[in-house]
């Protein structure tokens, strides 16, 4: 059977043995088959299932991504020699000597499940997962902004307006040579959050994407004011 190596900066932390029939679950938590503690690794952030004789990676809607060979994937055929990067960490999967490898070439199904190109694709993941959360879930929660770099706290979007940008009265503060005082507002709306470019030179971006005026904000998007990096995603009204 094949074998998961996990490494940290070049060294070798544990060895698991991949069996048929087994899904083994990879994450933050300690219920995890295979636990990577890094702050920005999800808690369910990936899983290994088996078909037939192929092994196959699937991403758990991870707030950062799942990446093979530096290919962010939702879901991806393994191989001899693979790289999965998931935060900090990296698994090598192999089969042992003498083992017989699956067929290496690309079905259907990989080609429709492969990434093509990591920015433009991450946008893509941030869309189709966005689409999971229902009307009514939304109701139940309310927007949070988690930054993804930093030892930033989680801003609840509590308020009907949350202002970005570099004045220290900004609700987010954000550094930046061409970002403006008020870089950046989200509206809290009835059907709703909404992000509108303010003032300065440097715009925001979500998802990669330029915003010139005011675009709709959907679960794991990703936004992007002067150096910060942030996601928006819900969270119970309760927590």
Not at 17 to 28: A, F, M, N, Q, V
Not at 44 to 56: K, L, P, R, V
Not at 127 to 148: N, P
């Amino acid at each position: 059977m094949p074998i998961l190596t996990l490494r940290f900066q070049n060294k070798t932390i544990q060895k698991y043995h991949l069996e048929k029939g087994k899904i083994p679950t990879i994450g933050r938590l300690d219920n995890n088959d295979i636990v990577i503690s890094d702050s920005i690794v999800s808690g369910q952030h990936a899983q290994i299932a088996s078909e037939g004789d192929s092994f196959f990676l699937t991403d758990r809607q991870s707030r950062n991504g799942t990446f093979v060979n530096k290919q962010l994937v939702i879901s991806r055929k393994l191989k001899h020699g693979d790289i999965i990067t998931i935060g900090k960490h990296t698994m090598l999967f192999t089969y042992q000597e003498g083992e017989i490898r699956p067929d290496d070439t690309e079905d259907e199904m990989t080609r429709r499940t492969m990434a093509v190109d990591t920015s433009q694709h991450r946008g893509k993941l941030a869309r189709s997962v966005s689409k999971i959360v229902s009307q009514a879930h939304a109701r139940e929660t309310i927007g949070v902004i988690t930054f993804l770099a930093g030892e930033k706290e989680v801003q609840r979007l509590s308020k009907p307006s949350t202002t970005i940008g570099k004045s220290p009265s900004s609700d987010i503060v954000v550094q930046g040579f061409w970002v403006g005082k008020t870089a950046a507002i989200i509206k809290k709306k009835p059907e709703g959050y909404f992000l509108s470019y303010v003032d300065g030179k440097s715009k925001p971006k979500v998802n990669y994407k330029t915003v010139r005026n005011e675009v709709g904000l959907n679960e794991f998007d990703v936004i992007e004011v002067g150096s910060a990096k942030m996601q928006f995603h819900f969270q119970s009204k309760k927590a």
